[in-house]
């Protein structure tokens, strides 16, 4: 009876499969904490590149963009599984914003310069990409003979090369951060590096310390940041271009006073107060809602 009950049950390798939700719950948090890294970093690096930081006094609309980039991103991916009509795939995968995009952007950056003039065009440019996408996911089927295995996993491997430096940058503290590089930074990154491999290549391919992997190793490397946090010092000195000094706070110190401060139960912002931003929060919905287009069939 048990094994018949496991069969109809089905395993995380088959399209139709079910898990018990002693497993589902840990891949389900690792899928989504994996999904906040790469659905709200390319956001962050455009923002970055365009100078739309909260030291320019952007803040809000960060705050903003941030929310409803997770928002419509959570939208689509129910879309994505479970399917209306003709839209969806029925495939158990995040949907969300793409790293695919961001060398071309960054080169648009360094023609048009910085502001949000420069990051309006960016969102423009990719409404009319996302359009152009749409149709092409519409008439999907007799363009797949284009597009061979070969020629689809090229396109895959070159994304990924692409963005081995972010990784890099991230891995040792954050591109433009005071203590960049530095041994703690380097020390964490390479703790939750071994901690995943490990897990992931030494242990049952099949079990749960081997699919939740990622998991694993983001929760090790948050522990041992906290105990970094609770018995290193926290800040530093900078020495600046112009011979002066200015005191930071590590990238690595682990600091809960933005989850203390903030509501149990909250809707996020649609809106923000300048009517000048409005128009590009606007448009930064659509930067989300474009990747749909890859959910027709």
Known sequence: ??????????????????????QAIPLGLQHVMAMFIGNLTPLLIIMGACGLTADAGYGALRTALLQNAMTVAGIVTLVQMFSIGPIGGKVPIVMGTSSGFLGVFKSVTA????????????LGATIV???????????????RKFFPSVVTGCVVMA???????????????GSGTNDYGSIQNLFLGMVVLIVTLALKHFTNPKGILSTAS???????????????TMVLPHTGTAVLEDGSTVSYTYSWVVNFQQVKDASWFAVSSAT???PALQQHLAFSRILLLHRTSALFR
Request: proline share 5%; glycine share 18%.
């Open 1 to 22: 009876m048990k094994k018949e009950k496991s069969s109809a049950m089905g395993t995380p390798y088959t399209f139709e499969g079910r898990i018990p939700l002693k």
């Open 111 to 122: 023609v048009l310069g910085q502001g949000a003039l420069t990051y309006g065009a960016i």
């Open 129 to 143: 990409g996302g359009l152009f996408e749409g149709v092409l996911g519409v008439c999907l089927k007799p363009l």
């Open 159 to 173: 994304i990924g090369l692409s963005l081995i430096p972010v990784g890099i940058n991230y891995l040792c503290g």
């Open 214 to 228: 990622i998991l694993i190793g983001i929760l090790v490397g948050y522990v041992v940041a906290i105990i970094m």
């Open 272 to 274: 923000v107060s300048d």
